[in-house]
């Protein structure tokens, strides 16, 4: 029996933002649990961002050279940030 390779949460958070789009940790949760059946952490969500910044992450998703992460407030809740996964 051959068992399926499961993403492992950095591949899901790049599966997601890679589309382009500003995601509130809150919503990539909820997406990541519903697309991909993995359930993680808001703060385990940020560390698989920040993650792409390390050479190992860039060279894995072919991430540009510079900052790869823009990040902006969160109108609709003032105390929170939504992010968004650069790609050139």
């Given at each position: 029996?051959?068992?399926?390779?499961?993403?492992?949460?950095?591949?899901?958070?790049?599966?997601?933002?890679?589309?382009?789009?500003?995601?509130?940790?809150?919503?990539?949760?909820?997406?990541?649990?519903?697309?991909?059946?993995?359930?993680?952490?808001?703060?385990?969500?940020?560390?698989?961002?920040?993650?792409?910044?390390?050479?190992?992450?860039?060279?894995?998703?072919?991430?540009?050279l510079?900052?790869?992460?823009?990040k902006?407030?969160?109108?609709?809740?003032?105390?929170?940030?939504?992010?968004?996964?650069?790609?050139?």
């Amino acid at each position: 029996m051959k068992h399926k390779n499961k993403p492992t949460l950095h591949d899901c958070v790049y599966m997601a933002m890679s589309q382009g789009n500003w995601w509130a940790p809150h919503e990539l949760r909820q997406f990541i649990l519903h697309k991909f059946n993995k359930a993680c952490s808001e703060s385990g969500l940020t560390a698989s961002m920040r993650d792409f910044r390390k050479p190992e992450y860039r060279d894995k998703y072919k991430l540009p050279l510079g900052e790869v992460l823009e990040k902006k407030r969160n109108y609709n809740n003032s105390s929170g940030w939504k992010y968004k996964l650069i790609i050139k």
